[in-house]
């Protein structure tokens, strides 16, 4: 949005629930005009023009876009009843200098599902009717894309051990070239996808879950938080994870023998004929489910700590 205010801008803030963005997140400019159905159900006024934040019914701080210093956030003082909403989809592990947001967010915005404003990166939504779904045809066995390859963590200490044995093709940065555009219909041709999150927190389930993996119809092998966590939000037959064998061998003779058995295999899928995943959200929906959240927000309250909330 344009930073030079003109009438109508000034007339619609009148009329709407003015929501301001401090900053675009990651610098990544997005339309604001409308938001896409199902999230249109309340109407606000979004912009990123700072001339609008004593109008602002909200403010929504993006955390990496702020985090450096409590300079970055507003100096003037704030408009009686005004919302400060603290926002991320990083890990706790990824969300430096948390401390100084103590005592002045009002609602949270997270992947974490006891956040005020749930932004999750996926969910699963019931089939009008139901669905004989069709397993994308496989030609491979194992995938993973990976772009921070960090040789200390989990994910990559597990994976040294696990392709000791069975096959794993690996795409991204020093690895298998793969064009974005092109990810979810290489990934389909696998069975199994390799889900491995960077970090591990509680609900921290990203696009490697629901993007990567299920929305390619390939079966994912999660690493990430306990198995529990994981069935809040999907099947417990829609996954496998690796906490559930003794060891990386052991993972990998049972994908072996579900390589070698279709009808095995298949139970993975038979969650699909009432429900289907949706994994391609964007920052502009992550915004307009918190302007249908904040059209009810609790009373205006503070959070004291984030830092002993968001671990």
Known sequence: MSNCTDSAA?????????????????????PVDECPKPFDTAKCMFTANHSFYNKAKAVVFHHRDVCQSR???PQMPRPEGQYWVWFTLESPSHSPNLQFMDKLINLTMSYRSDSDIFTPYGWLEQNEAADNYTIPEK?????WVVSNWNPQSKRVRFYEELKNY???????????????????????KYKFYLSFENSIHT???TEKLWRNALLSGSVPVVLGPPRENYEKFIPSDSFIHVDDFPSAKELASYLL????????????FKWRSKLKPVGNTSWIIHYCKACIELQSAP??????SLTKWFT
Do not use: C
């Not at 803030?13 to 997005?30: A, C, G, H, I, R």
């Not at 030609?139 to 995938?143: E, G, M, P, T, W």
């Not at 690996?170 to 389909?188: A, D």
């Open 10 to 30: 000034l007339s619609k803030s009148e009329s709407n629930f003015v929501v301001l963005l401090w900053t675009w997140p990651f610098n990544y400019q997005f």
């Open 71 to 73: 300079k970055q956030m």
């Open 139 to 143: 030609s491979q066995l194992v995938a």
């Open 166 to 188: 069975i096959t794993i093709h690996i795409y991204g940065n020093q690895h298998l070239p793969l064009i974005r555009e092109q990810t979810n219909s290489v990934i389909s």
């Open 203 to 205: 609900d921290y389930i």
């Open 257 to 268: 023998e579900l390589d070698k058995s279709d009808q095995k295999y298949q139970e993975y």
């Open 299 to 304: 009373p205006y309250r503070t959070t004291p």
